[in-house]
T-cell receptor
Framework: DTGVSQNPRHKITKRGQNVTFRCDPI?????LYWYRQTLGQGPEFLTY????????KSRLLSDRFSAERPKGSFSTLEIQRTEQGDSAMYLC???????????FGEGSRLTVL | AQSVTQPDIHITVSEGASLELRCNYS??????LFWYVQSPGQGLQLLLK??????LVQGIKGFEAEFKISQSSFNLRKPSVHWSDAAEYFC????????????FGTGTKLQVIP
């Protein structure tokens, strides 16, 4: 069990550029979540996958955000035309079964200049 | 919709003193409840969880929490705080049905003074 892995750990980009984050969940976990966390706030739910199916997407997510989980393994979160308000820590978590316990990665911090 | 309220943004306690962090939830049925801890530069780590059964739950690092359905609360406690407990603590709620979407509170930052 190598835990949840997220890359890159930190991304600095200019406004208007596209960025992509990758999450590798714990291998046997079929559920994968993306959250966003800003300073002084708790994690905010963005989207959820069960296997390869995206089952819920938060209304917080504009059309500039897209997430995929091909073949139910790793996941990517892409932000197009980044804005300064997108600066945050993007957290990935995975879980197995019905107990709701999430295992988090260390996050990918996005800074938009 | 489920939600969590952590009324204390910041708490300071002396090392060796007892600790209680408050958490109130809103959910239409009996929920799943969690406490996570986040140390600077670290990922979120699960301290303890409640699904059913005994309402007093023991967790790691000497923490415990009590589920009180009449008060919709799930407060976190520790009898004697250590300097290494300084961190941010998040209460979270998940539905007991469906896919268990987990909703977090805004967190309580704990400072421990000598």
């Amino acid at each position: 069990d190598t835990g949840v892995s997220q890359n890159p750990r930190h991304k600095i980009t200019k406004r208007g550029q596209n960025v992509t984050f990758r999450c590798d969940p714990i291998s046997e976990h079929n559920r994968l979540y993306w959250y966003r966390q800003t300073l002084g706030q708790g994690p905010e739910f963005l989207t959820y996958f069960q296997n390869e199916a995206q089952l819920e997407k938060s209304r917080l997510l504009s059309d500039r955000f897209s997430a995929e989980r091909p073949k139910g393994s790793f996941s990517t979160l892409e932000i197009q035309r980044t804005e300064q308000g997108d600066s945050a820590m993007y957290l990935c978590a995975s879980s197995l079964g019905l107990d709701g316990e999430l295992f988090f990665g260390e996050g990918s911090r996005l800074t938009v200049l | 919709a489920q939600s969590v309220t952590q009324p204390d943004i910041h708490i300071t306690v002396s090392e060796g003193a007892s600790l209680e962090l408050r958490c109130n939830y809103s959910y239409g049925a009996t929920p799943y409840l969690f406490w996570y801890v986040q140390s600077p530069g670290q990922g979120l780590q699960l301290l303890l969880k409640y699904f059913s059964g005994d309402t007093l739950v023991q967790g790691i690092k000497g923490f415990e929490a009590e589920f009180k359905i009449s008060q919709s609360s799930f407060n976190l406690r520790k009898p004697s705080v250590h300097w290494s407990d300084a961190a941010e603590y998040f209460c979270a709620v998940a539905s007991s049905g469906g896919y268990q979407k987990v909703t977090f509170g805004t967190g309580t930052k704990l400072q421990v003074i000598p």
